[in-house]
Antibody
């Protein structure tokens, strides 16, 4: 069965960086795009980034350009999301989600990783 | 940028009642690119509907999606206790490629 397992919660100081991992299993890793979506406390969902695990091509939301980097390791079927210059407003639960490859929806989601940015 | 406006913000209903949730894009969109998700507290979102009207795998048939252009609807025909949750619509477009509505909370009356 398809599973996306994310790394554990992180606490970071403002200005630091965080790297969240998402390990995929149960399907051919290179056949489906992977996305990152975040949710600030009590707020809605915000799409951040996507990566094509096959070729490594990425796309990012404009507001995070220059601060977010998504990479992948095909040998371990893992996708990484690196967010730098952290601010308090980056405090959120970060989800990885698989693109279904069908109608641009996201059919499987990781369990989420809470990133807290606090001095 | 296409903005998705969901209404109402909160829907207070009793189990067994019908829930009708609205998602209105700021511009005409293809129904191919409209999806709905359910999210319960402390959990990741779950895909309910893709392509505006197709149920995802394992989704009960009390959930249905409809609409086109600038007016889309998620209907839950008879609310079960486990259906009380937050619901989000999502669109695939150009810039940014993916956007979500602000969500509708379905709560127990």
């Amino acid at each position: 069965q398809v599973q996306l397992v994310q790394s554990g919660a992180e606490v970071k100081k403002p200005g630091a960086s965080v790297k969240v991992s998402c390990k995929a299993s149960g399907y051919t890793f290179t056949s489906y795009y992977m996305h990152w979506v975040r949710q600030a406390p009590g707020q809605g969902l915000e799409w951040m980034a996507t990566i094509n695990p096959s070729g490594g091509g990425t796309d990012y939301v404009q507001k995070l350009q220059g601060r977010v980097t998504v990479t992948r390791d095909t040998s371990t079927s893992t996708v990484y999301m690196d967010l730098s210059s952290l601010r308090s407003e980056d405090t959120a639960v970060y989800y990885c989600a698989r693109g279904s490859g069908r109608y641009y929806d996201f059919d499987y989601w990781g369990q989420g990783t809470l990133v807290t940015v606090s001095a | 940028e296409i903005v998705l406006t969901q209404s109402p913000g909160t829907l207070s209903l009793s189990p067994g009642e019908r829930a009708t949730l609205s998602c209105r894009p700021s511009q005409n969109i293809s129904s191919t690119y409209l999806a709905w998700y359910q999210q319960k507290p402390g959990q990741a979102p779950r895909l309910l509907i893709y392509g505006a009207s197709s149920r995802a795998t394992g989704i009960p048939d009390r959930f249905s999606g409809s609409g086109s252009g600038t007016d889309f609807t998620l209907t839950i025909s008879r609310l079960e206790p486990e259906d009380f949750a937050d619901y989000y619509c999502q669109h695939y477009g150009s810039s940014p490629p993916w956007t979500f509505g602000q969500g509708t909370k379905v709560e127990i009356k």
